[in-house]
């Protein structure tokens, strides 16, 4: 089992820049392919990008393909969603998951119901 905390979300201008974090529990880590999913009120949970085991494979939503990247360090046990020239539209609650599936492969759009660990969310705002 692990636990997810997010962090680093907040008020940004529009064309700006935030760094999310979230750190896992555990010492199995590396075992998981890790995700960020985002929310806004009266939605679905949309995703943003996945991450293979060793970090060496990644996926990202083609609404924020250029502009965000995922990554993780299984030394550190934490996963980090960098996120550049941001827009109004990214305004959500961030969130981080986890997926303990063996066979998983990262190699497109994932659903949320893929994943058995969830993070309690971080509040990104921007502001145009």
């Known amino acids: 089992q692990v636990q997810l905390v997010e962090s680093g979300g907040g008020l940004v201008q529009a064309g700006g820049s935030l760094r999310l974090s979230c750190a896992a529990s555990?010492?199995?880590?590396?075992?998981?392919?890790m995700s960020w999913f985002r929310q806004v009120p009266g939605k679905q949970r949309e995703f943003v990008g996945a991450?293979?085991?060793?970090?060496?494979?990644?996926y990202h939503a083609d609404s924020v393909k250029g502009r965000f990247t995922i990554s993780r360090d299984n030394a550190k046990n934490m996963v980090y969603l960098q996120m550049n020239n941001l827009k109004p539209e990214d305004t959500a609650v961030y969130y981080c998951?986890?997926?303990?599936?063996?066979?998983?492969?990262?190699?497109?759009?994932?659903?949320?119901?893929?994943?058995?660990?969830w993070g309690q969310g971080t509040q990104v705002t921007v502001s145009s």
């Open positions: 991450l293979s085991r060793s970090g060496g494979s990644t």
């Open positions: 555990g010492r199995t880590f590396s075992v998981y392919v």
């Open positions: 998951a986890a997926d303990a599936s063996p066979g998983t492969v990262v190699a497109g759009v994932r659903s949320r119901y893929e994943y058995d660990y």
